[in-house]
DNA sequence: GCTGATAGTCAGCAGCACTGACAATCAGGG
DNA sequence: CCCTGATTGTCAGTGCTGCTGACTATCAGC
């Protein structure tokens, strides 16, 4: 633990403790972080197949039905065929939706607030870049290219 | 991305990414990222009992059971009841145990190298460091902030 | 010597995302 | 057109993980 620290036993627990928050702060809407994800690659997009959604996210296509069938049964999202392809459902966020999303950021940049009180603000914004520079060349090319 | 780029996306994968990297690195000695938090926890330490490893895993006891018994079916662990407390297990590597942690050890630290290589070593190093600021208040402090 | 708490163990369960299969649809070539 | 192959969404089933609950053995206090 001394010399180097493992980094995957500070990332684990990072994660853990963060998702524990956001969860808390999340629940009294209903949602939980992974849905907190899925409102926001939704929100301010023109309307998308649930695979792009997915791949945006980073799961599996067949994991992203079931988190759309609960907003479309609370009305947060519609689901309806793309015209243009009909195998495609193209996904929208509906008005409901996207107040549902700004109740959700407000709580969930609380609970990030929260996780990242011990650090200076600059540190925090340096943490920030690190992990996405870090994760930037895998997934370059997760840009919509389609 | 969007507005603030949500740390909990970022941590998430990041997590992934470390594991996976960690875990094929780890793969040729049979063992995978858990198991080597259990060896790190133990190198260079006195005997200690199966619930004071979990806690500082931070897993349950439980979990700790069959962790264990992997290692001590290869030899890496002994696994004997405290002379002191007969309830307890006293855990304690062994010197095929402490071989294997050192080809272990080498083997994460260059799959953790991978994983930092996009950063610049000064910046790697501020991002264990924020790391470890950001988890330390729950081990070291009470939780009365409310 | 009782009584209650603690350590380790084990079986079973719950959550989670994935695999594999399926129907519907598209695209392209004979 | 029709046929073939690929793609999208869906769903049941699977595998992995880590936990809960119960049980035994042991300790500590009275």
Request: proline fraction near 6%.
């Given at each position: 633990?001394?010399?180097?620290?493992?980094?995957?036993?500070?990332?684990?627990?990072?994660?853990?403790?963060?998702?524990?928050?956001?969860?808390?702060?999340?629940?009294p809407?209903?949602?939980?972080?992974?849905?907190?994800?899925?409102?926001?690659?939704?929100?301010?997009?023109?309307?998308?197949?649930?695979?792009?959604?997915?791949?945006?996210?980073?799961?599996?296509?067949?994991?992203?039905?079931?988190l759309?069938?609960?907003?479309e049964?609370?009305?947060?999202?519609?689901?309806?065929?793309?015209?243009?392809?009909?195998?495609?459902?193209?996904?929208?966020?509906?008005?409901?939706?996207?107040?549902?999303?700004?109740?959700?950021?407000?709580?969930?940049?609380?609970?990030?607030?929260?996780?990242?009180?011990?650090?200076?603000?600059?540190?925090?914004?340096?943490?920030?870049?690190?992990?996405?520079?870090?994760?930037?060349?895998?997934?370059?090319?997760?840009?919509?290219?389609?």
């Open positions: 633990m001394e010399p180097h620290d493992a980094l995957g036993y500070l990332v684990k627990h990072a994660h853990l403790r963060l998702t524990a928050l956001t969860d808390a702060a999340l629940a809407l209903g949602i939980d972080s992974k849905d907190f994800g899925v409102l926001r690659v939704l929100v301010g997009r023109a309307p998308m197949s649930q695979q792009e959604a997915a791949a945006k996210l980073g799961v599996d296509r067949t994991t992203m039905v079931a759309i069938d609960a907003f049964a609370r009305g947060a999202v519609t689901r309806r065929p793309d015209p243009n392809d009909r195998r495609r459902n193209a996904i929208e966020l509906t008005e409901r939706g996207l107040a549902l999303y700004r109740k959700a950021d407000a709580a969930y940049v609380a609970a990030e607030g929260r996780f990242l009180a011990p650090l200076d603000p600059a540190v925090a914004t340096q943490l920030r870049q690190a992990l996405r520079t870090v994760l930037a060349p895998p997934e370059g090319r997760d840009r919509d290219e389609r």
